[in-house]
């Protein structure tokens, strides 16, 4: 079993027996991001490389055009160090961490199945590092990811204890595969850019439309949550799972044939988002987050059945259980049905569990 400083603690024994657990798959995987979190927040990460976040002046700078529009490289060119250089920008190099609880073979290719995207900075002695723009300009951008950096006991629910690697593993590790955090992608946030001057992804906002609210609220969170420098060595989450227990509920699910949706938004209305990101896309402010009957760990769109995984520390005391009570009766009204798992009974058994809802689903 694994011994790495970050690994995830108590893992239920019978985990240990699924594929690849312990170990990655031997041959060559994709991670399908777009499928578990949606093609918007999929196309949002995607777009984070290179110096972060792109300003107008920066574009201004180029000298390079494609049918009358400027053409910003990953690598900045001359000018805009020169900016980076008057305006005594510092970078933090942040990584896009990708954790996959499964790999499930698809039409003959291998997929890596996301529970988790966060962004963690380097360090260097335990705090997040900086670099200069003199060696931002000494880097090629476009060889970041030579090698397949990622981290070796990456546990995102924590402080995310990891070993950066590049290239394959010690072949003397005994890893769990769930906390390799894989880097997704990786980008360079300018410590001195200006807010008013940052660009918008052109795919993303496209697909926001002429909604000024809805585009508003999605360059609050692209400044609040890409662009703010990091003063601790702390993995933010972008998406996914929020504690061991739904992970390793989810593994065992899979192994049992079954697929959730993760994290999923409920509304009175009956409407259902996997994330911020897809509520704009479909039309829906941040604000109306406060008018959410749940957000449902899992969720199964064909059977309309809601997952709950309730913790001790949370779901035991008669508030909680009459408030689980009230936010079950709020689903079944819109044709939800509720499946609620202790999380005493995921850490003896989790196959039992999602054995036990499969059956209930069966019905």
Same mark, same amino acid.
């Given at each position: 079993m694994?011994?790495?400083?970050?690994?995830?603690?108590?893992?239920?024994?019978?985990?240990?027996?699924?594929?690849?657990?312990?170990?990655?798959?031997?041959?060559?995987?994709?991670?399908?991001?777009a499928s578990?979190?949606?093609?918007?927040?999929?196309?949002?990460?995607?777009?984070?490389?290179?110096?972060?976040?792109?300003?107008?002046?920066?574009?201004?700078?180029?000298?390079?055009?494609?049918?009358?529009?400027?053409v910003?490289?990953?690598?900045?060119?001359?000018?805009?160090i020169?900016?980076?250089?008057?305006?005594?920008?510092?970078?933090?190099?942040?990584?896009?961490?990708?954790?996959?609880?499964?790999?499930?073979?698809?039409?003959?290719?291998?997929?890596?199945l996301?529970?988790h995207?966060?962004?963690?900075?380097a360090q260097?002695?335990?705090?997040?590092?900086?670099?200069?723009?003199?060696?931002?300009?000494?880097?090629?951008?476009?060889?970041?990811f030579?090698?397949?950096?990622?981290?070796?006991?990456?546990?995102?629910?924590?402080?995310?204890?990891g070993i950066?690697?590049?290239?394959? *593993?010690? +072949? @003397?590790?005994?890893i769990? %595969? /769930?906390?390799?955090?894989?880097?997704?992608? !990786?980008? *360079?946030? +300018? @410590?001195?850019?200006?807010? %008013? /001057?940052?660009?918008?992804p052109?795919?993303? !906002?496209?697909?926001?439309?002429?909604?000024?609210?809805i585009?508003?609220?999605?360059?609050k969170?692209?400044?609040?949550?890409?662009f703010?420098?990091?003063?601790?060595?702390?993995?933010?989450?972008i998406?996914?799972?929020?504690?061991?227990?739904?992970?390793?509920?989810?593994?065992?699910m899979?192994?049992?044939?079954?697929?959730?949706?993760?994290?999923?938004?409920?509304?009175?209305?009956?409407?259902?988002?996997?994330?911020?990101?897809?509520?704009?896309?479909?039309?829906?402010?941040?604000?109306?987050?406060s008018?959410?009957?749940?957000?449902?760990?899992?969720?199964?769109?064909?059977?309309?059945?809601?997952?709950?995984?309730?913790?001790?520390?949370h779901?035991?005391?008669?508030?909680?259980?009459?408030?689980?009570?009230?936010i079950?009766?709020?689903?079944?009204?819109?044709?939800?049905?509720?499946?609620r798992?202790?999380?005493?009974?995921?850490?003896?058994?989790?196959?039992?569990c999602?054995?036990k809802?499969?059956?209930?689903?069966?019905?």
């Amino acid at each position: 079993m694994s011994n790495i400083e970050g690994d995830i603690q108590n893992r239920p024994k019978e985990l240990w027996e699924f594929p690849n657990y312990s170990s990655l798959p031997d041959e060559p995987f994709q991670i399908n991001l777009a499928s578990a979190a949606g093609e918007f927040l999929a196309n949002d990460i995607f777009d984070l490389d290179g110096v972060q976040p792109l300003e107008s002046a920066v574009i201004k700078l180029s000298n390079e055009f494609f049918e009358g529009v400027p053409v910003v490289h990953l690598n900045p060119s001359k000018e805009a160090i020169d900016l980076y250089k008057a305006r005594g920008d510092t970078f933090q190099m942040i990584n896009v961490v990708v954790c996959c609880h499964s790999f499930e073979r698809r039409n003959g290719k291998l997929y890596g199945l996301p529970y988790h995207v966060s962004l963690y900075p380097a360090q260097k002695k335990g705090i997040p590092a900086s670099v200069s723009a003199e060696w931002i300009n000494s880097v090629d951008m476009e060889r970041v990811f030579d090698g397949r950096p990622q981290y070796i006991g990456y546990n995102p629910f924590s402080k995310a204890f990891g070993i950066y690697a590049v290239g394959g *593993f010690p +072949a @003397s590790k005994s890893i769990c %595969s /769930d906390t390799v955090g894989f880097v997704y992608n !990786t980008y *360079f946030l +300018a @410590s001195n850019y200006e807010r %008013s /001057d940052v660009c918008d992804p052109g795919l993303c !906002t496209s697909l926001l439309g002429d909604n000024r609210g809805i585009i508003g609220d999605y360059r609050k969170f692209r400044l609040s949550r890409y662009f703010k420098s990091f003063t601790k060595v702390v993995p933010i989450k972008i998406w996914g799972c929020d504690s061991p227990i739904e992970l390793f509920l989810l593994q065992a699910m899979n192994q049992t044939g079954l697929n959730p949706k993760i994290q999923m938004l409920i509304y009175p209305d009956g409407s259902i988002f996997p994330s911020l990101q897809s509520m704009w896309e479909g039309g829906a402010r941040t604000s109306r987050l406060s008018k959410t009957i749940t957000e449902a760990d899992f969720f199964f769109e064909n059977e309309r059945v809601a997952v709950f995984c309730d913790s001790v520390a949370h779901h035991t005391s008669a508030e909680d259980r009459a408030k689980d009570h009230a936010i079950d009766s709020k689903l079944e009204k819109i044709g939800i049905r509720s499946i609620r798992v202790s999380g005493k009974d995921i850490a003896e058994s989790p196959v039992s569990c999602a054995a036990k809802i499969k059956e209930i689903m069966s019905h």
